[in-house]
């Protein structure tokens, strides 16, 4: 199955209401052995291809995930990656900024983890922390010791332009970015805190902070829409998925990773004819 993913790459330009997005689609497979199917083959081409990424050593693929509380990164990032190599795939997350980090521009720490060419990246949460919890907790920015702060608005599309900026350099460098935000309606998070709190094997994960940030909904959809609609380009877009159904996410964010793979066009390394006699001599060593 090669699923469409158009309808939810974000056109660069398009202003942002996610009230207008879906949360939830039809179902792409009708039960869960299909499913579990699907997903199945798609993990093969993509260890296919992150084979080919590695062995050819020219780009490298970064894979930014945002979302709220409970929306799903990690299951689509465990899920979806499950066939990569260790070797050729690196997660990050990223949390509240270390004093260190504090004393740093607020791209660098992130920046530090960028994917070297041949391998892919991960980023579960990024630099756009800074456009979206610090935009609705604005005591953040305080913190970071920006000198001459410049007027509440002017932070934002200051930051949105050098977003921008450096995922245009890594483009032409040969980082090619894909950026998901898995889009969650505010009832499925509801059932899904319930369930952490329900399901004794989820406790774990429950977390009292996700419940203040709830609170803050409204704001955290403005920022969103905000951030999606300056920061989507053609070469670096952003994909909304509907994120009610984790098995329909999981698909789609697949497919979307599987795309901006084969749209490299990767092969393996051509070997020369001058390499290709050494390595016949060494295989007549070999056969003795």
Not at 29 to 34: E, F, L, T, Y
Not at 141 to 164: A, C, T
Request: aromatic share 8%; with cysteine.
């Amino acid at each position: 199955m090669n699923i469409d993913v158009t309808e939810f790459r974000l056109r660069e330009g398009d202003e942002v209401d996610l009230g207008l997005w879906a949360t939830n689609v039809k179902p792409l497979c009708k039960s869960k052995k299909a499913y579990r199917k699907v997903l199945e083959d798609q993990v093969e081409q993509l260890s296919d291809q992150q084979r080919m990424l590695y062995a050819s050593n020219r780009h490298a693929l970064l894979v930014v995930f945002q979302a709220m509380d409970t929306a799903g990164k990690d299951g689509a990032i465990r899920h979806v990656m499950s066939g990569v190599n260790p070797q050729g795939c690196q997660v990050f997350s990223f949390a509240h900024p270390s004093a260190r980090e504090l004393q740093h521009d607020f791209l660098w720490r992130t920046t530090r983890d960028l994917p070297e060419r041949g391998r892919i990246g991960i980023f579960n949460r990024s630099y756009y922390e800074e456009v979206l919890i610090v935009r609705v907790h604005s005591s953040i920015l305080q913190s970071e010791s920006i000198p001459d702060l410049p007027s509440n608005e002017s932070v934002w599309h200051g930051r949105f332009r050098s977003i921008v900026d450096l995922e245009r350099h890594l483009h032409a460098n040969g980082t090619r970015i894909v950026k998901v935000f898995l889009h969650l309606s505010k009832e499925e998070q509801r059932k899904r805190l319930l369930a952490r709190i329900d399901e004794p094997d989820k406790n774990w994960k429950f977390s009292v902070a996700d419940i203040a940030e709830r609170k803050f909904w409204d704001a955290y959809m403005q920022a969103y829409g905000h951030a999606l609609g300056a920061t989507s380009t053609t070469d670096s877009p952003w994909f909304i998925v509907p994120a009610d159904d984790k098995d329909n996410a999981r698909l789609i964010v697949s497919q979307i990773v599987l795309d901006a793979l084969e749209g490299l066009k990767l092969s393996y390394p051509v070997v020369t004819a001058a390499r290709r006699q050494e390595l016949k001599a060494i295989r007549k060593q070999l056969a003795k």
